[in-house]
Each structure stands twice: as C-alpha cells, then as structure tokens.
Nanobody, 119 residues
Framework: QVHLAESGGGLVQAGGSLRLSCVAS?????MGWFRQTPGKEREFVAVISWSGTLVYTEAPLKSRFTISRVNAENVVHLFMSSLKPEDTAIYYC???????????????WGQGTQVTVSS
C-alpha cells in the first residue's frame, strides 16, 4: 500500500505559478499527476520515472509544467507556470509501476488538491 498526500494547491491569478507537491509513504517506479474538472474525465498531466530520466508531459502543457522528484524525500513536484483559467482543476498525484498516460495504470491515488486560476 502506498499513501499519497498532495499539497500546494490554491487560488492564483492568471499568469502566476504554483508548485504542487506529493509525498508518498514509499517510492514507486512511476509517479504522476492527473487533473480533473467537474463533468470531465481525469486528464493526464505528467509522469516521471524512478531515476527522473524518463519524463512524459502532456504536449500542450510541456512549455509550462515541469515534473520532478526527490526520491530521498519520497516526494514528486509539479511546477506550473503561466497558469491559465483553463488549468483550474483538482490535481491528483498517482503512483504505480508503469509510465503511462492512462489513469487505469496507476494503483495508488492521492485525495487531490484544488487549483483555481482566476482571470
């Protein structure tokens, strides 16, 4: 069992930045971020491998979102810059053994942290 706890969400103006953090009870090979808005399916944001050498970020977000991890601290970060109102969502941390864009590949999930970007 892996417990995940996200933090760092909040209200920010358009153009601003936020860094989300997810602390895990133990590391897994793949640590990722997804987001979801009401009425929509959960959307892939980014995933990072154990070593950090493999990173996949949803193409439209690549220029603004950066995922990183610090294994010694069992933490994965998502740095988001130039935020837009359409980035408003609940952001979820996910952990598993496969680097995947598909949420079904992840076994463990955090409770989520709300990010709201005002225009």
């Amino acid at each position: 069992q892996v417990h995940l706890a996200e933090s760092g969400g909040g209200l920010v103006q358009a153009g601003g930045s936020l860094r989300l953090s997810c602390v895990a009870s133990r590391n897994t090979y793949a640590m990722g971020w997804f987001r979801q808005t009401p009425g929509k399916e959960r959307e892939f944001v980014a995933v990072i491998s154990w070593s950090g050498t493999l990173v996949y970020t949803e193409a439209p977000l690549k220029s603004r979102f950066t995922i990183s991890r610090v294994n010694a601290e069992n933490v994965v970060h998502l740095f988001m810059s130039s935020l837009k109102p359409e980035d408003t969502a609940i952001y979820y941390c996910a952990a598993g053994e496969n680097l995947s864009r598909h949420d079904t590949e992840y076994v463990y999930w955090g409770q989520g942290t709300q990010v709201t970007v005002s225009s």
